[in-house]
């Protein structure tokens, strides 16, 4: 079955440096894939999505992601980690009818 | 403009009871989406409205859930005899629909949610 996996629960770095959110999926073809973030007491936010054009997506607030099917991976990166990256972080890819399929999450410490 | 919002922010109930929670989507937003979030996880997806009518409705996990979208726009997630284990934070999201019989657009744009505990 299709399914994304959150390699990692939770995630701590320190202010200005470099961030990675290990995604990946389970798949027979080439998925749309979404990464979206959820502040407390917030909405979930989309950050971005690939949708099979170019493997390398840009996102909102520095974060991009880079689709690598050989290694059936989506992993969110940003160069330099800012105070108020501090969220949960989901992937997901969508499903039949559009629903989205969200992997357990990561939880982004930053520290000063 | 306005975003999805979603009504009570807050419910606290009784093992028993029933349990409304409403959600207004984005406006000319067709197609609304019920997730529910339970601590420590990701959203699971519930049921899927196009218009009034619910295409999917696979998510809900037995039929003390339902929901309605009579007019195509306000849905309301109806619980019966809630169980402690329906305590989770349930999240409504809408998305456009790019015409008749299209499937809607990949972005789906997400409500505060509702945080259900039953006691």
């Known amino acids: 079955a299709q399914s994304v996996t959150q390699l990692d629960s939770h995630v701590s770095v320190s202010e200005g440096t470099p961030v990675l959110l290990r995604c990946n999926y389970s798949s027979s073809y080439s998925p749309s894939l979404f990464w979206y973030v959820q502040h407390p007491n917030k909405g979930l936010q989309l950050l971005l999505k690939y949708t099979s054009a170019a493997t390398l997506v840009k996102g909102i607030n520095g974060f991009e992601a880079e689709f690598k099917k050989s290694e059936t991976s989506f992993h969110l990166t940003k160069p330099s980690a800012h105070m108020s990256d501090a969220a949960e972080y989901f992937c997901a890819w969508i499903g039949g009818y559009n629903k989205l399929i969200f992997g357990a999450g990561t939880r982004l410490a930053v520290h000063p | 403009g306005a975003g999805v919002s979603q009504t009570p922010s807050n419910k606290v109930t009784e093992k028993g009871k029933y349990v409304e929670l409403r959600c207004d989507p984005i406006?000319?937003?067709?197609?609304l989406y019920w997730y529910r979030q339970s601590l420590g996880q990701g959203p699971e997806f519930l049921i899927y409205f196009q218009g009034t009518g619910a295409a999917d409705d696979s998510g809900l996990p037995n039929d003390r859930f339902f929901a309605v979208r009579p007019e195509g726009s306000v849905s309301t997630l109806k619980i019966q005899r809630t169980e402690r284990g329906d305590s989770a934070v349930y999240l409504c999201?809408?998305?456009?629909?790019?015409?008749?019989?299209?499937?809607?657009?990949?972005?789906?744009?997400f409500g505060p949610g509702t945080r259900l505990t039953v006691l």
């Open positions: 999201a809408s998305s456009f629909e790019a015409g008749p019989g299209l499937a809607p657009t990949d972005e789906q744009f």
């Open positions: 406006s000319g937003h067709t197609a």
